[in-house]
């Protein structure tokens, strides 16, 4: 790597009385695939705005390539693919493709670009005619025509169907390992947990997790010890070796579901069995990105 692609600095954003960003600090080198996760209204769409310079800071700064975020826009140091945005409807996709690419100082060949998103079999349908998977691929194809350094991308696979999927991420691995940029939100927690080197994690305009996969999951423990537990104390649940968080559904005659957060399950499990005279359904799973999600964030959702 030889510098940041994207650095934002005590960068905050209000709208009224809600504050959408509060003094975020992120830095993104060349070279990665950052995943850009929270739940609704956790900051990431107006983080995003900023890094393009459709939004400006209240306070702090942004740097996209080394410039500013409109000045490496202009330069076509960056592609963005957006969730809403328009397509001419009359035009073929082959001629929008070789429009696009002619607006960048060294895009790639229309063929390639068409190719890259899965798009070269409808070079020469109109636009208008394309379905929903078929429109987003095409946008991909607009993203990366002009082999920007940079790309943003705003919930990319929504609509796409598993091939198209594959292709754009194929894409994005591609661009990567040639040392490029990728900068994506999403609502799939599992693409990020295939595909980004790291996650960010916003939670009320602010980031409360940032880091490898691997390390995101160990925040919060890095097994689950589920069971049903019939009588017993279930406060002395919390005094378990190695148990990090207690989660107690129901109880009385019925049983209670617990389900125990461990960084040693099997410390966790000789300790629960010595304790309860009866334990029942007992399983043990990896700890998830969906898990760390809903604990780094408070459960607000995804």
Known sequence: MTGNALELRAVTKQYGPVTALAGVD????EGETVALLGPNGAGKSTLLSIALGLRAPGSGTATVLGRRPVEALRAGGVGVLLQESGLLEDVRVAELVTAVAGMYPKPLAPERAMRAAG???LAG??????????RQRVRFAL??????GLLILDEPTVGLDVAGRRALWQEVRDRTARGRTAVFA???LTEADDYADRIVLLAGGEVVADGPVSTVKALVGGREVRCRLYGGDLAD???LPGVLQVDVEGGGPGGASVALRTNDSDATLRGLFAMYDDVRDVRVDTTDLENAFMTLTGGRGR
């Open 143 to 148: 993203c990366v025509v002009g082999d920007p």
């Open 125 to 134: 349908q109109r636009v208008g005619r394309l379905s929903g998977g078929q």
């Open 119 to 121: 798009v070269e079999d």
């Open 186 to 188: 999403t609502h799939y």
């Open 26 to 29: 992120l830095t993104v080198g």
């Open 237 to 239: 649940l919390e005094i």
